[in-house]
């Protein structure tokens, strides 16, 4: 009786994730579609912009420099709904690429596997159907992720224009992925979900007081992202050339470029917090020593 329920549990969910209507029949449209102009995204980004300089400026003159302001359980909210929403997606996304590589197999014949066509879309793919849907709520997830910034700002008070920039990127690269019907999409948003999964429910373990990790682990998740990351752009190109062309390629080159610059600007971040940890070390031996 109980696996009854469990497969019946499953199965509901399997076809809420991949075969409802509303996944099926997705259509990225500028008209039909919340989000999807180009207005809509550099407005956002700006808005973005300017809330957090207005909320810095603000506690710089009403609020004394070394307060921070206290934000009680929101920011643990935040991480557990992101957490979820990330887990969702990437069971979708998990899903509705099965779903759709068992549909369209039979088309490929011997000319392409499903890790190709996970790399490569085909030459004319058009922004609908299950994996796009998925694509587009990754997309909205996108606005929820810079909330971040603003507990950054009230409890740190400290406003950081390359973190403003690093928040800002996975916003517009996941539009150009919906616009463009950009090849290795579906890839990146399954690494992505499965690390932001990850990532934001340990902030949210943190953040509930319960004790941290002994190594750097957000961190270290990050970097195995940017390398698998790394990798697949290397298996798209080598498609395109070598495999007779991969949809919405200009928009990969201007994705590639942003993935290049957030890279540099990670490991700009990693190396100083490394820096920040090695001398608080130090520091503590020394002082260990005195004693």
């Known amino acids: 009786m109980q696996s009854q329920q ?23 449209s500028h008209a039909q579609s919340w989000g ?11 808005l973005y912009f300017a809330l957090s300089a207005t909320l810095h400026i603000l506690l710089l003159i009403f609020r004394h420099p ?12 935040h991480s557990l709904a992101m957490s979820l929403i990330s ?23 011997r000319s392409k596997t499903p890790l190709q066509w996970l790399l490569c879309f085909p030459l004319g793919t058009r922004s609908s159907g299950r994996v796009f849907f998925w694509s587009y ?5 996108r606005y929820l992720h810079v909330i971040r910034t603003f507990f950054t700002i009230l409890r740190r008070r400290r406003l950081s224009l390359p973190q403003l920039f690093t928040n800002s990127i996975p916003i517009v690269m996941s539009f150009l992925w919906l616009e463009f019907s950009q090849s290795f999409q579906v890839l990146e948003i399954i690494f992505t979900t499965f690390t932001n999964s ?3 429910g340990y ?16 961190a270290n998740v990050e970097i195995i992202l940017l390398a698998l990351n790394s990798i697949c752009h290397f298996g798209v190109l080598f498609l395109h050339i070598w495999g007779g062309g991969c949809n919405g390629i200009g928009a990969w080159v201007f994705n590639s470029i942003l993935n290049g610059a957030f890279l540099i600007m990670f490991f700009k ?23």
């Open 203 to 218: 902030r949210f373990w943190t953040e509930l007081g319960l004790p941290t990790a002994s190594y750097p682990l957000v």
């Open 66 to 77: 070394t307060r921070p302001v206290p934000c009680g359980p929101i920011p643990a909210l």
């Open 6 to 28: 469990s497969s019946f549990i499953l199965h509901h969910l399997k076809y809420i994730l991949s075969e409802h209507r509303t996944v099926i029949g997705f259509r990225w």
């Open 36 to 46: 999807a102009t180009w207005v809509f995204l550099f407005s956002s980004i700006s």
């Open 269 to 291: 971040s990693f190396i100083k917090r490394r820096r920040i940890r090695r001398k608080a070390m130090e520091s503590t031996a020394t002082n260990v020593k005195s004693d």
């Open 87 to 109: 887990a969702t997606i990437l069971a979708g996304s998990l899903t509705s690429a099965s779903a759709e590589i068992r549909d369209t197999r039979w088309l490929w014949g």
């Open 137 to 141: 709520i990754f997309y909205l997830s």
């Open 198 to 200: 990850v990532v934001y």
